[in-house]
């Protein structure tokens, strides 16, 4: 019997070999998306979109979790801590994710922020671990592995990549050289 997995995806190019070594390794996956963090919502709907091209593909379901895109929440958590934003952003997005998968009953939950070689991949790994129950533990994978391929299949496959982590700290940092100009 598979082990039913929750797998928190941030955009489509992310998932794509984290999708494929996660199916390879025999769990049953079930994509979320759930990121209040992307800015502007019109970047959103493009990563929303890039997910869902990805899962159709693959053939896996996902959660979508519009109804939770609420972008001033997500700026009230993380004002004043601008400078560990990312660990407020990687706990809001984990806790819902284990929330989900604890009422969905799944064996297993992680993230496709392990991934990317731009993330604390030991600030994710231990909030997972520190949200993980009896019932319902946190995989700790590093996908890092597949880096170069999910970048040539994503181009490949024609999915939507974007140039920043997703939020407005990270697009202004992304284009703060723009002003020097």
Known sequence: MNKRLLLHICCGPCSITTLKTLLDDGYEVTGLFYNPN????????????????????????????????????????????????????????????????????????????????????????????????????????DFREGWQEGIETSKEWDIYRQQYCGCLYSENERYQRELRK
Not at 93 to 106: P, Y
């Open 38 to 141: 992307i800015h502007p919502l019109t970047e959103y709907v493009k990563r929303r979109d890039g997910c869902l091209a990805v899962a159709e593909k693959l053939g896996i379901k996902i959660i979508l979790k519009d109804d939770e895109y609420k972008p001033q929440e997500w700026f009230r958590a993380v004002a004043h801590r601008e400078t560990n934003r990312c660990f407020h952003c990687y706990a809001s997005r984990l806790e819902r994710t284990a929330q989900i998968a604890r009422k969905g009953n799944f064996d297993f939950f992680t993230t496709t922020l392990l991934y990317s070689k731009y993330q604390k991949h030991e600030d994710i790994a231990s909030l997972g671990r520190d949200l993980e129950s009896a019932k319902t533990k946190f995989l700790y994978h």
